[in-house]
């Protein structure tokens, strides 16, 4: 059995007395029969027991725990000494009490009493880091100040997770080119900074801390020189009682402010019970009696009520050492007043006149009663009976069910404007392609109900809803880019290479209506290859290598919403400065040339992919491309017929003869399309200086023909074709309407078919096998400005990078034709990765710009062209510098079944020789 002590049962109930808390009231003179809480004291030689017992009571109290500490202060003084013997006693005395009040902090502040009566030590805490901060007498050097200043903001931001993730590493890098540039350094610099500055001045620790009177706060007046000096309190030779002064108020004043009582504070109202801080074997040696007359003095000249008990024990001897027996009496349990009357008869009889002594009420605690006594059962029920401490059950308003109740009627009175919120968010939404706000790519993408298509750029991953989502490879393609932009902004992060962003617009990712574009393949294709060039990038371990993000645009069907998505790339700009240029821009168009412009004007470099109407280069000086421009191509188509006519075959493959001098030329009546009017303007010119015969007729795309008046369609341009088999037709039109004339020809024709030559953009059906099969009785030829491949098991760059990326593409069939747009859209990109190494070549440390990168694009010609996947890309001679010189240009041709292969090439690619019909060469020569 447990030792049973005399009279121990009016000790626990004077202990529950005094930790219990009266429902209304707190100072001595709004509740009876209280005059505040003194320090209990437990005088007695053979007690060590005793001190387990409460300790066990108070944890076990009814309804819920008693908030309670036991220290030993043999144990903390012994520590203090072990591990800082540096310090000169006084300051040993000061570490003694604050690794004390740390041990009460961390228990009060736990959740074992309950989460909601959690203590927050904001004051104590404050001083206690400031206390922390240095361990030395030495002088403080010049940045002592600005560095206290920086940890105690860090300090701040960790403590409130707001404020600790916006300024996270993450979030700056997540929030680039998705937010304005004003939100971007108001959301991560300017509000926390300003609100650290403000909270110094308005925080109720900062305001409290020059406004308590310990240490002479008003010495030099502000907060920084106030805790400046408590972070060297040494070399400042501060007074060391002054500093555990400091500490005990601001531990206290924590206490203070959670139990005081307001309407709107419910864990105050859910403190029944006062916390108790056991201090047990206090003595003059290991300076407990020091620290109790500390928290007495701070009781004394504040005068404000503590919600603390302390009780210490010390043996007979120690009592006797501390206090002289005429002043302060030890009381006997035994006494028919209880110690609690005693004390509070004394406090009131000595008026305002009270020492440090008058706090304490020291008790006699005999020892524990010998086995077999008479009064050993009587005692231990009466004992036990009194450990069952109980504490008042909180208000019902500060109850669970009034908080819940409260909270279903805020939620109520929220719901209405809720629901207005909900409807304007999914308007939102609708104006944003469906995408919530949280998404990333929210921001930059916007829905066209004119004509039903997603536009806008997609940094992270966003599909455009092309095909309703449906198509799986495309989707498998921005994922891929979207992956390959966070490791490269991670790279950047981790190895200080330097950032560049590029973004390519496409006019293929949507179809006028809502539906899904036909040349899926081929824009699919483009992104793949600028994907294979980005993923080549990163792969470089130099650290002067830049590393690439590609962002991917759609500008709509024709390029119809160039200008708008302009205007997005402008603005992600201005707050993304590693953006410098633009790739991709589709389709020789009116759209396209004000897409263009409305680029120039924001300062971005271009580098077309596709685009090859002469006059792009004249709208703007950024623009460069990558493919050759009409005139060249309508060269090569003259020189490749020439050749037809002189064998009066079409070679190897299938096709019919050209027997006749003669060509018919196909072309559209669109205005707007810059390419069809340009390359049968420049068709007409080449036929003609090769001595053919040019019969040109238009037609009206089928994309017009409803808008159209009298115009013949591409039906009638059917029935020109097989109006002569013995004659050469030249298509110079979209692909779209190149399917429309087959669709005719197939029908009309029979097996009389003329020898039909494609221009480039016929390309475009040839990337789609299922819409190629759909005339495998047809053959004819097109011009492309890639080499033909069936595979991706090749070394070159491209595709062998691309069997990494994007297998499914890389099909290993003869039918299968991989898409020289994605070499042409690799090598865009690749001229720009020259661009920037050129820079870092040449200037070492040069702010990596898009005026910088355009000056050196200019300078990709000579010794320092692109040996490019689709050929070389010389920038110099007679083109101005911005088209490339000689540019490689291949015949395909469609054979039985479909099958693709290349009959010939003309231009410069690598080390391989142009065929002999080819135009001559202009450039200087091999590199």
């Known amino acids: 059995m447990e030792p049973v002590f005399p009279h121990a049962d009016r000790l626990f109930a004077l202990l529950n007395q005094l930790v219990r808390r009266p429902r209304k009231g707190e100072l001595p003179s709004e509740v009876p029969h209280r005059d505040g809480i003194p320090v209990l004291g437990l005088v007695g030689d053979r007690q060590g027991r005793l001190a387990e017992q409460i300790r066990r009571a108070l944890g076990e109290a009814q309804p819920r725990r008693v908030p309670h500490e036991v220290v030993s202060m043999d144990e903390r003084w012994e520590e203090v000494v072990r591990e800082r013997p540096d310090l000169a006693p006084a300051w040993q005395r000061s570490e003694l009490c604050r690794r004390v009040l740390v041990q009460l902090a961390r228990e009060y502040s736990s959740a074992r009493g309950g989460g909601d009566r959690r203590v927050r030590f904001r004051r104590f805490g404050l001083v206690n880091w400031l206390l922390e901060m240095t361990s030395t007498e030495d002088e403080p050097d010049s ?193 028919e007043l209880t110690p609690y009357q005693a004390w509070c008869e004394r406090l009131r009889s000595a008026g305002r006149s009270r020492g440090a002594d008058f706090w ?95 536009v806008g750029v997609a940094p992270h991953g966003f599909g455009f809803a092309v095909g309703g989502g449906k198509d799986d490879e495309l989707r498998r393609t921005f994922e891929v880019l979207a992956a390959q932009n966070e490791e490269a902004e991670r790279i950047h992060r981790d190895s200080g290479r330097p950032l560049v962003t590029l973004v390519h617009v496409s006019a293929m990712f949507s179809a006028a209506g809502g539906q899904p574009p036909k040349a899926l393949s081929y824009a699919r294709e483009q992104l793949q290859g600028a994907a294979s060039a980005q993923r080549r990038q990163l792969d470089q371990l130099a650290e002067n290598q830049p590393v690439l993000r590609i962002f991917p645009a759609n500008a709509g069907s024709g390029m119809h919403h160039g200008k708008k998505v302009a205007a997005i790339i402008e603005r992600m700009k201005r707050d993304d400065p590693t953006i410098v240029g ?57 020189a490749y017929a020439a050749e037809l006519l002189e064998k009066g075959t079409s070679g190897e493959g299938e096709g019919a003869a050209v027997k006749k001098k003669e060509v018919l030329l196909l072309h559209s009546d669109d205005r707007s399309d810059a390419y069809s009017r340009t390359l049968w303007k420049d068709a007409v010119r080449a036929f003609g200086g090769r001595g053919f015969t040019v019969v040109p007729r238009a037609f009206t795309p089928d994309s017009l023909a409803g808008a159209s008046a009298g115009g013949a369609g591409t039906r009638t341009a059917g029935r020109h074709v097989c109006a002569d088999p013995d004659r050469l037709v030249f298509f110079a039109g979209r692909s779209e309407d190149f399917e429309s004339v087959l669709l005719s020809v197939d029908s009309i024709c029979g097996t009389a078919e003329p020898h039909i030559l494609g221009g480039d953009d016929v390309a475009r059906l040839g990337a789609d096998a299922k819409r190629r099969a759909e005339f495998g009785r047809l053959a004819y030829d097109f011009l492309d400005f890639t080499p033909n491949s069936h595979s991706c098991d090749g070394a070159d760059n491209l595709y062998s990078t691309m069997k990494r990326l994007f297998e499914e593409e890389c099909g290993p069939s003869a039918s299968t034709f991989l898409d020289g ?107």
């Not at 919530?436 to 298509?453: I, K, L, Y």
């Not at 470099?605 to 309508?634: C, F, I, K, W």
């Not at 490339?884 to 290349?902: H, M, T, Y």
Request: charged content about 25%.
């Open 821 to 927: 747009h994605a070499a042409l859209a690799y090598d865009a990109v690749s001229v720009y990765l020259a661009a920037v190494r050129s820079l870092q070549e040449d200037a070492p440390g040069m702010e990596i710009t898009p005026h910088a990168v355009w000056r050196a694009l200019g300078g990709i010609h000579g010794d320092s062209a692109l040996d490019g996947e689709s050929g070389d890309v010389d920038f110099g001679g007679e083109a101005g510098g911005h088209t490339p010189v000689d540019k490689f240009i291949s015949v395909q041709q469609v054979g039985e079944k479909a099958v693709l292969r290349q009959v010939g090439f003309c231009g410069r690619w690598g080390t391989e020789e142009q065929e002999t019909w080819c135009p001559g060469l202009r450039g200087s020569g091999t590199r």
């Open 143 to 335: 940045q002592h100040d600005r560095d206290m200043l920086r940890r105690l903001r860090d300090r701040e931001f960790q403590r409130r997770p707001v404020l600790g993730l916006l300024r996270s590493p993450g979030t700056e890098v997540a929030l680039q080119g998705n937010v304005p540039w004003w939100a971007y350094v108001l959301g991560l610099y300017v509000l926390p900074l300003t609100w650290f500055r403000a909270w110094r001045v308005l925080g109720g620790e900062y305001r409290w801390l020059l406004r308590q009177p310990y240490m002479a706060p008003g010495d030099p007046g502000t907060f920084a020189g106030f805790a400046l000096r408590l972070t060297q309190p040494r070399w400042g030779r501060e007074d060391p009682e002054q500093v555990v002064k400091l500490m005990v108020n601001a531990f206290l004043e924590d206490l203070r402010v959670a139990y005081r009582r307001r309407p709107w504070r419910r864990r105050a109202a859910r403190r029944t019970a006062y916390c108790v801080a056991f201090l047990k074997g206090v003595g003059t040696d290991n300076r407990g009696w020091a620290l109790v007359r500390s928290f007495v003095d701070v009781r004394n000249e504040t005068g404000a009520f503590d919600p603390l008990l302390i009780v210490t024990s010390c043996t007979e001897d120690e009592q006797r050492r501390e206090h002289d027996p005429g002043r302060v009496r030890v009381r006997s349990l035994a006494e």
């Open 360 to 454: 304490k009420l020291p008790v006699q605690v005999p020892g524990p009663l010998p086995e077999g006594h008479p009064d050993q059962d009587a005692q231990h029920e009466s004992s036990s009976a009194a450990r069952r401490f109980t504490v008042g059950r909180p208000p019902a308003w500060a109850g669970r069910a009034a908080t819940v109740g409260a909270v279903t009627l805020a939620l109520a009175l929220v719901a209405a404007s809720v629901g207005g919120m909900v409807i304007r968010d999914g308007r939102w939404q609708r104006a944003h392609c469906g995408l919530e706000r949280s998404d990333p790519d929210a921001g930059t993408v916007r829905w066209e109900e004119e004509t039903r298509e997603c």
């Open 582 to 638: 633009v790739t991709g821009l589709d389709e020789s168009r009116r759209a396209t040339v004000e897409t263009i412009t409305a680029l120039t004007r924001a300062g971005l470099p271009m580098v077309g992919t596709t685009p090859s109407a002469d006059t792009l280069d004249d709208d703007s000086p950024l623009y460069h491309q990558v493919s050759p421009q009409n005139e060249r191509e309508a060269e090569v188509a003259a």
